[in-house]
């Protein structure tokens, strides 16, 4: 069986990750001076959130999982006797993980050992149904090679959308990594005006999908946008993966979370519950909701 390994941008929830013995490469997360490494322990998941260690006035900032920290966790793995392995990471351009990846698996590669660095092209529940078409596969017997080759495909055509709340916080978290896409004058008119964006995540970048007037009808429309795609029967896949940067417990809350879940499941659609990455949410601001999907 070929052995999936993600990084701990992957929202999928911690039971679902240790029931199927996925490895979590961790992104390493600064607050102030000390740094710590997200490996998506519950847990440490839930106090960082519960204290609000994201709020914009923190000076918070996430970085790549180490190239000696993926060659340690994959040579754990070859002594444990795998021989084929699949490492999926956040989107390359996103991120330097996936080439501390292609490093670590050209160290440790062989005659005997074939690792398959991924670039998944995609972020956060992205990853997460990505990292569930991948298992799919394993599960079919293919091997690891053609896993690559499948899964490079499929990541071009997942979509992530997250429902913004504060574009203060996106456009500081922005300029923080030299991103200038949300100027002042934007954030201040959203602000003004109580607008709030979706923004759409997909292979070849970001932008803006939508812009809604007041944050639950934000949510609503980001729900929306999945409802339209089930009802329509474009998905590739039947499930949809959901995130919330905050206790997983508050999705519930959301306004339209519930009635998606309705529809989703008249539709024999699985929904995936999360809570969403460390990273995710140092850089898309607490309590931000986002969903993916792979759509024709």
Same mark, same amino acid.
């Given at each position: 069986m070929v052995q999936l390994v993600v990084d701990s941008g992957c929202d999928l929830p911690d039971e679902f990750l240790r029931k199927y013995g996925i490895p979590v490469l961790p992104h390493s997360v600064s607050v102030?001076?000390?740094?710590?490494?997200?490996?998506?322990?519950?847990?440490?998941?839930?106090?960082?959130?519960?204290?609000?260690?994201? %709020?914009r006035s923190r000076q918070v900032a996430s970085g790549p999982a180490s190239e000696d920290d993926i060659v340690q966790a994959l040579s754990r793995l070859v002594e444990m006797g795998q021989?084929?392995?699949? $490492?999926?990471t956040i989107n390359a351009a996103n991120s330097p993980t996936y080439a501390n990846a $292609?490093?670590?698996?050209?160290? @440790?590669?062989? %005659?005997d050992v074939q690792?398959?660095?991924? %670039?998944?092209?995609?972020l956060f529940s992205g990853q997460g149904l990505l990292a569930l078409f991948t298992l799919s596969l394993i599960q079919r017997g293919m091997s690891g090679a053609q896993i690559k080759t499948r899964t490079e495909e499929f990541g071009r055509k997942i979509i992530g959308y997250a429902a913004i709340s504060d574009v203060y916080y996106l456009r500081e978290r922005g300029r923080q990594k030299n991103e200038?896409?949300?100027?002042?004058?934007?954030?201040?008119?959203?602000?003004? @005006?109580? @607008?709030?964006?979706?923004?759409?995540?997909?292979?070849?970048g970001s932008s803006v999908a939508d812009t809604v007037k007041e944050?639950?009808?934000?949510?609503?429309?980001?729900?929306?946008?999945?409802?339209?795609?089930?009802?329509?029967?474009?998905?590739?896949?039947?499930?949809?993966?959901?995130?919330?940067?905050?206790?997983?417990? %508050?999705?519930?809350k959301v306004p339209g979370f519930r009635?998606?879940?309705? @529809?989703?499941?008249?539709?024999?659609?699985k929904v995936y519950r999360s809570v969403m990455s460390l990273s995710g949410g140092i850089n898309l601001g607490p309590g931000t909701v986002a969903l993916a999907f792979a759509s024709k």
């Open positions: 102030g001076k000390d740094t710590f490494a997200d490996q998506r322990n519950p847990a440490q998941m839930s106090h960082f959130y519960s204290l609000s260690l994201v %709020d021989k084929d392995i699949v $490492v999926q $292609v490093n670590a698996a050209r160290k @440790l590669s062989s %005659d690792i398959h660095a991924i %670039d998944s092209q995609t200038k896409s949300v100027s002042w004058l934007k954030a201040f008119m959203a602000k003004s @005006l109580n @607008l709030h964006p979706i923004i759409a995540m997909a292979h070849d944050y639950d009808s934000c949510n609503r429309r980001l729900f929306e946008i999945a409802a339209e795609k089930i009802r329509a029967g474009e998905l590739l896949m039947p499930a949809v993966v959901v995130s919330i940067a905050g206790p997983l417990k %508050d999705l519930d009635a998606f879940e309705e @529809l989703a499941s008249e539709h024999k659609v």
